[in-house]
């Protein structure tokens, strides 16, 4: 989670330093060069924060972000947010996503979809969930196929 913040800011400070690296033009800035027109960063002393920004180049992102059940004995980070750019095809590329203790869950019609799972390893996934104990015979190792 720690690594997706600072990838985040760091992604940020680049963009925003632009220095001398090209970047396709889209016809709204003669030099090629891609300029912040807005950004914003705030973070807070209870682990709360949020940035955005957007360029002249039509990139544009932003996040959110919180601990959950700070409070407790298992307190969480969460980040939320969405970027989208033009993608060198001239598609739009939209990308949204939460990082969570359950991981990092984009979503965006760009994304490839995995294939269904087979019939027969779906149906041997079902049999082992109605069938635990005949998974186990104690010795904590994998029974061998006979």
Not at 3 to 20: H, R, S
Not at 31 to 45: F, H, K, M, T, Y
Not at 84 to 92: F, I, V
Request: net charge negative.
């Amino acid at each position: 989670m720690k690594t997706l913040i600072f990838l985040g800011i760091y992604v940020y400070c680049v963009v925003a330093q632009g220095g001398n690296r090209r970047i396709p033009n889209s016809g709204q800035n003669p030099e090629g060069n891609a300029r912040i027109i807005s950004g914003a960063s705030e973070v807070n002393l209870d682990g709360t924060y949020q940035w955005s920004f957007q360029s002249d180049n039509g990139i544009s992102a932003q996040e959110v972000g919180q601990i959950k059940n700070a409070n407790s004995q298992d307190p969480a980070e969460e980040a939320q947010g969405n970027f989208q750019y033009t993608a060198p095809d001239g598609s739009p590329i939209q990308l949204s996503y939460v990082a969570n203790e359950n991981g990092f869950q984009p979503r965006g019609d760009h994304l490839p979809v995995p294939p269904p799972i087979p019939i027969e390893i779906q149906k041997a996934l079902e049999w082992n969930a109605a069938h635990p104990e005949e998974d186990d015979d104690g010795s904590g190792k994998p029974r061998r196929l006979r």
